[in-house]
């Protein structure tokens, strides 16, 4: 028989300690919505940011979450919340709580169960929103114990190799990644592409805007291109094959840790390489993300930094590395002492 649980649906916004910029938008917070699921003796935690150019907003995630709410109180398990709900936020949110509230209840951490390496302290990039030159230079040397970073560009062709010029000049040292957020047409990477071979760069990530992947077919870059924006779910991995070098998965895209985890193993089956984003959140966010990026070449996930507060206890950054102390959440249950 299935214990009956209790279901609580929060929205919170996270305030950022400073405005973000990306091509087109503008960030002051982040929107986010946590599921929490409790059988009487243990506890599980989601929660999600959504996709914002996708209209997957909080008010979308909750009444997502609406329709399943009944389904999850009488014991819906993942497979089950896969069927029920397309991919977006509100199944991350689910989906991550259900995979705490499973390990809670198994006795063994969210790791372990899911068949993922035992966890180790990643290199993770730390991002530097589009900016002037001089004010993304200045940021760089502010991220002094960094070791990766990733610039965000606007598809502002000058203005962008300025900005990565002005970066790489600050942080020679520093492995760099720049993030398009389909910002380019294909007529203008053959110069973006130049200048990022120039100054040393390791990854292009989504220069192109989604649906227009085709224009990739027959491109020779010597710089590794990375899909985003282009590559949302399982079914999207295959047609990156030819086009793409790197899948970035994020489990507010894709859905959850259990469809994330199915991308980074078709992706290595296909040859591609496999990257961890966020979509910003705090740090029960990039907890499950933290642990799939056990799988990953790339690790972005930097997400609470960017918030004027985080969650106590919460993802330690030291030396460019991210950590994720069990107790932040995934851990076994501690007790055997009733949820409060």
Sequence with gaps: MVMRRSLDIAVERLPFAKPFRISGHVFTESPVVVVTLRDGLHTGRGEASGVYY?????????????????????????????????????????????????????????????????????????????????????????????????????????????????????????????????????????????????????????????????????????????????????????????????????????GGLTEAIAIARRARTLGLDVMVGNMVGSSWAMAPAWLLGQLCDVVDLDGPTFLATDRVPGIVYRDGMIDCPEAVWGQRALSATPAT
């Design 54 to 254: 996708l209209g997957d907003d909080d008010a979308a995630m909750t009444a997502a979450l609406a329709t399943v709410a009944d389904g999850l109180r009488g014991g819906m398990n993942r497979a089950e919340l896969h069927q029920a709900l397309p991919p977006g936020g509100a199944r991350n949110a689910a989906d991550c709580a259900l995979w705490e509230l499973d390990a809670k209840r198994e006795g063994v951490p969210v790791w372990k169960l899911a068949g993922l390496p035992e966890p180790r302290p990643l290199l993770t990039t730390f991002t530097l929103g589009a900016d002037d030159p001089a004010v993304m230079a200045e940021g760089a040397r502010g991220y002094a114990n960094a070791r990766a970073l990733k610039l965000k560009l606007t598809g502002d062709l000058d203005l962008d190799i300025a900005r990565v010029r002005a970066v790489r000049a600050e942080r020679p040292e520093c492995w760099i990644g720049v993030d398009a957020n389909q910002g380019f047409e294909i007529g203008e990477l053959e110069p973006l592409i130049a200048a990022l071979v120039d100054c040393g760069i390791a990854l292009l990530e989504q220069p192109l805007a989604r649906g227009r992947e085709a224009d990739l077919d027959g491109f020779k870059s010597p710089i590794p291109i990375a899909a985003d924006e282009s590559a949302l779910t399982l079914a999207d991995v295959d047609g990156l094959v030819g086009r793409f070098d790197t899948v970035n998965i994020k489990l507010d895209k894709c």
